[in-house]
């Protein structure tokens, strides 16, 4: 299935300069990148982009972090995307996250894991749609 997913870098991400290794590795797995920004993450985006944890007591730390700093958003596309990039993220609690993955190799907290990938299809559309407008995303193809 050819699909896109929403790849942020977050702020501990692009204060410890992991942008170029995290786009790196998802350049090499084949995927393609068809859309980038780095930006000030807005509250009104982050209400909505973590929506479904506003009522978890972590919510509030969360929202300060991902406010924190910049945060890098990409969408990448390419034949199943979302579940492979979930994969090489690895697990939201870097402590628990296998080696080889990009929290498992980079990071050590479940508060500073380093890097958002969509967690469906489903929301991956939404975030995509959150996070760009359609102008921003560009369809290229490779030139033979
Ligand atoms: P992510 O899965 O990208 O999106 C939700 C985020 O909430 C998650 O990464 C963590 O950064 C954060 N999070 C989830 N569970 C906890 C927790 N128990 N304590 C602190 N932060 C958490």
Redesign the pocket.
Known sequence: VRERTLIAV?PDGVQRRLVGEIIKRFERRGFKLVGMKMLQASEAVLGKH?HD?QR?P?YP??IR?MASGPVVAMVWEGHNVVRSSRLMVGE??SSQAKPGTVRGDLSVH????I???S?SVEVAKKEIGLWFHSAELINWETSD
């Open positions: 977050k973590y944890l978890k972590f730390a969360l972090y939201t609690d479940i508060s500073r894991n890097i958002h990938a967690d």
